[in-house]
């Protein structure tokens, strides 16, 4: 096999890769619509959140990752956008019909059971298998927890008086 | 015919090693503070480290939640001429 001894790798940018990104869209949202429309509290909230993890996955990487590609391609038919994926040499991961993924997962139930938890949690979960599942769950709690500390230090500097 | 290309990419590109699957597994240990702190077994089995992480994620998304409503309230009430307000313009223009 050989991938047998390839370490698989799961870094993550600098924060500053992230806040840039969140800064950016935090700009571009307060230039489409001034800050008081849309009247609902609630959607504006929706798009300020909208805009921290379309964000955070494009500073992840954007379609290089497989959980950062479902986010945007989520993202995007909210929108009814359509989001162009740049032509990659190796192939395209096709999604995995659940039968077929399990007779591939020789693991033990109570493994399966909890990854298909995680499944549900990590976007793009869905289509993979079990071993892909943890290395794309590995970088998308490093991001996310990368994501919520940029926030948290917007929030800080911004409560300051 | 995408059935046969199928079998036979999870047949070459998709097995990964056991030390690989044991990388990831303490990588994702690593990741979660709860399991990190419980250096006295090395045993935690895979399922428990996967549970951990499904509880982590969850309570990353609740914060990213409780962060994006703060967020919307401080943006909106920012008054324009406040040292914050030069702060974020100048942080977003720069």
């Known amino acids: 096999m050989a991938s047998a001894d390839k370490l698989i790798n799961t870094d993550v940018p600098e924060k500053d890769v992230f806040a840039l990104h969140f800064l950016q869209s935090l700009s571009n949202l307060k230039t489409q619509n001034p ?4 009247a609902k509290s609630i959607d ?8 921290a993890y379309v964000s955070m996955a494009r500073a992840a990487g954007g379609t290089s990752r497989l959980w950062s590609r479902a ?3 989520r ?3 909210d929108d009814n956008k359509s989001v162009r994926f740049s032509r990659r040499k190796r192939k395209v991961t096709w999604k995995i019909s659940s039968k077929r993924r399990k007779s591939n997962n020789q ?4 493994v399966e059971e909890a990854a298909e938890r995680l499944r549900n949690l990590v976007p793009g979960g869905g289509g993979m298998e079990t071993s892909k599942l943890m290395e ?4 998308y709690i490093k991001c996310l927890s990368m994501q919520v500390k940029v926030m948290q230090c917007l929030v800080d500097g911004l409560s300051q008086k | 015919m995408s059935s046969s290309r199928r079998s036979r990419q999870a047949s070459t590109s998709s097995r990964i090693s056991d030390d690989q699957i044991t990388d ?6 690593q990741s979660i503070p709860e399991i990190r702190q419980n250096r006295r077994s090395n045993t935690v089995s895979a399922s428990k480290v996967l549970q951990e992480t499904c509880n982590y994620i969850r309570n990353l998304n609740k914060e990213a ?3 994006s409503d703060r967020l919307t309230q401080l943006l909106e009430s920012i008054d324009p001429n406040s040292p914050q307000a030069a702060v974020i313009r100048s942080l977003i223009n720069g």
Do not use: G
């Open chain 1, 35 to 38: 800050l008081n429309s849309p």
């Open chain 1, 136 to 139: 794309e769950t590995a970088h």
């Open chain 2, 24 to 29: 990831l597994i303490s990588k994702l240990r």
């Open chain 1, 71 to 73: 986010l945007l391609r």
């Open chain 1, 107 to 110: 693991r033990a139930p109570v």
């Open chain 2, 65 to 67: 939640d409780d962060l």
């Open chain 1, 75 to 77: 993202a995007a038919k």
């Open chain 1, 44 to 51: 504006r909230v929706r798009k300020i959140k909208k805009a």
